[in-house]
């Protein structure tokens, strides 16, 4: 794959279903940041984030991600709802016990492979002070279309990076979320992190090799936003 060392104005959807990204303000581009794949940095700034069309049939999500110890931003926002709201603590947890959906709030949230996390009681930027892998299945549909800004209020846009996201409109089984979780992780060279019992800690998923994250092809289902070849891509099931 072609390393990304500039952020366009739009991430082009692989799939032909039209739902490009578009940059809003000026995140940046930091080549080899991690495993020699580029991240995308984000300032924190109102202005800074990315926006898609409408999903609102969420119900698996992955990302590569790591926040800064002042990140006020959700992990996913939305022009007009807010179902994965933090709590506004200082420091901020990564679900609002009543503002963020009740799907949100009652999904099994995972970072680097230990599963069941208490998202109302976990602090989401000490959590991600590095750069992790996060899964979250919910438990019904949610909605999201930026990455990330809530609405239009100030102070809750992600400050940190982004080095992958990828969206399912299906509820993984637990093997399936096990698997990307060990494709992601030897990607991204963050096996390291993975809990010992991890299936694929010391070995790669044999399906990596015919992934529908590849770093060159889009397909499978879900929308994938992979920022070591700067694409983005929506595949509907």
Known sequence: ASYLTSAGATWNDKSGNGNDA??????????????????MRYSGANGDYHEWTDLNDIRTIFWVIKAESTNGGFLLGDDNQYHFHHNQGNPPNFWHGSHASANVRNGNLSINGT?????????????????????????????????SRDRTQSGRNWKGDLGELIVFNTAL?????????GYLAHKWGLAGLLPSTH???S???MAVDSSPFSSDIASGTGTSLDLSNGVFATVST
Do not use: C
Request: net charge neutral; aromatic share 4%.
């Open 22 to 39: 578009t940059k809003n303000g000026s995140p940046t581009v930091v080549t080899n940041a991690q495993n020699g794949h580029s991240v």
């Open 115 to 147: 599963r069941n996390i208490s998202g109302t009681s976990t602090a989401i930027n000490s959590s991600l002070s590095n750069l992790s892998i996060v899964n979250l299945k919910t438990a019904g549909n949610v909605e999201a279309s930026r990455f």
């Open 173 to 181: 089984s637990d093997d399936d979320m096990v698997s990307v979780e």
């Open 199 to 201: 299936l694929y800690k």
């Open 203 to 205: 070995i790669i998923p």
